[in-house]
């Protein structure tokens, strides 16, 4: 049974910096593309980043890039999220994806999800 489990989401200042974790169970981790997405009370779940099954390519979220990093540990099945100069508008549920290679910035080829950790960013 294939499982992520995200970790690190907590409350910080603006300006601040989180790192949240995904950890992945049940299946060979550097097979599959991992995405992060987010979802604001109200708004629609929105990509933030995604590394390809290889590490060699990330993608970003015109929003994020230049604050956030995203990372993978083949080693322990884990894929980061470094965030760094956090906004109010940061604010949000953060969930972990998993897909086919091809996955990236849309939601619909991310097979398995985790069950999400809220940041939030104080003003």
């Known amino acids: 049974q294939v499982q992520l489990v995200e970790s690190g989401g907590r409350l910080v200042q603006a300006g601040g910096s989180l790192r949240l974790s995904c950890a992945v169970s049940?299946?060979?981790?550097?097979?599959?593309?991992m995405g992060w997405f987010r979802q604001a009370p109200g708004m629609e779940r929105e990509f933030v980043a995604a590394?390809?099954?290889?590490?060699?390519?990330?993608y970003y979220a015109d929003f994020v890039k230049g604050r956030f990093t995203i990372s993978g540990d083949n080693a322990n099945n884990t894929v980061y999220l470094q965030m760094n100069s956090l906004k109010p508008e940061d604010t949000a549920v953060y969930y972990c994806?998993?897909?086919?290679?091809?996955?990236?910035?849309?939601?619909?080829?991310?097979?398995?999800w985790g069950q999400g950790t809220q940041v939030t960013a104080a003003s």
């Open positions: 049940g299946r060979t981790f550097s097979n599959y593309a």
């Open positions: 994806a998993s897909g086919p290679r091809y996955s990236a910035t849309n939601p619909r080829p991310y097979d398995y």
């Open positions: 590394i390809s099954w290889s590490g060699a390519n990330t």
